[in-house]
């Protein structure tokens, strides 16, 4: 059974399922109250978890995104269901933070993540375009640093523990959001945002749009879950194509 699962979600009729209910569920979470113009998106939301404990103060986008948990959450589950959790790292660490610093810069300078820019092109916005563009073209230019023998590394195994840290983390922002929840304006604030216990809360722009909790977290779960099992990756496609002519990933 296990294994049938497996090779339905790895085929390109798997992935391009994927796609579609990740797609959906992102309309579906923009219907039902996620920001308007992204339904799904990693780096933004990413953001808003940094500004939910106060690690930044930008009023307006500080929101505990229970979808980011259950990404972690779901892949971790379906990691260890199908046996492939395992811990592994070591190689590089300080070349791969600067590099998804910069990553994260540059996907909110354009407000999305690769995910976003193809919503946004689906919902009509052209500005996608040369942002998708753009995306492949810095894909090309990593292809030629692998080409000409760059490489960050082999990365080693690691204890087990190290695997759990991110997983335990967002369990406990999700504990967190859960303790200290959204009590809206009632209480006479003044600004763009507000504390509850040790969770700010934007009043204003995207940090204050979002779906319900739990619709939300279920979404994660699944996304995930789906995500892990048929190694869906916007840039990984594209990566492919370029370098091995392959259009698995790319569906």
């Excluded at 090779?7 to 798997?14: D, E």
Aim: glycine share 14%; charged share 10%.
């Amino acid at each position: 059974m296990r294994t049938g699962i497996k090779n339905i979600f790895a085929t390109r009729w798997g992935i391009i399922l994927v796609g579609a209910i990740i797609g959906i569920l992102a309309s579906l979470l923009q219907k039902l109250g996620n920001p308007g113009n992204m339904g799904i998106c990693v780096a933004c939301f990413n953001r808003d978890i940094a500004g939910a404990p106060g690690m930044h103060r930008a009023a307006v986008v500080q929101y505990m995104r229970p979808e980011i948990i259950g990404f972690i959450l779901g892949s971790a589950i379906a990691a260890l269901l199908f046996r492939e959790f395992k811990s592994r790292g070591g190689s590089s660490p300080i070349v791969r933070f600067l590099l998804g610093a910069f990553a994260m810069i540059c996907a909110l300078i354009f407000l999305g993540c690769p995910w976003r820019v193809v919503l946004r092109l689906a919902g009509g916005d052209w500005n996608a375009v040369p942002a998708i563009i753009g995306l492949v073209f810095g894909v090309w230019i990593g292809t030629l640093f692998f080409r000409n023998g760059y490489t960050l590394g082999r990365s080693i195994k690691m204890s087990s523990f190290a695997g759990w840290i991110l997983p335990i983390t967002m369990l406990g922002f999700l504990i967190l959001r859960i303790i200290y929840p959204p009590v809206g304006v009632a209480g006479g604030f003044e600004g763009k945002a507000y504390q509850s216990g040790v969770l700010w809360y934007s009043l204003k722009g995207p940090g204050a749009a979002y779906a319900p909790l739990a619709l939300a977290l279920v979404i994660g779960l699944i996304v995930g879950f789906l995500a892990q099992r048929s190694k869906f990756c916007t840039m990984g496609a594209w990566r492919d194509v370029i370098l091995f002519g392959q259009t698995h990933l790319l569906g």
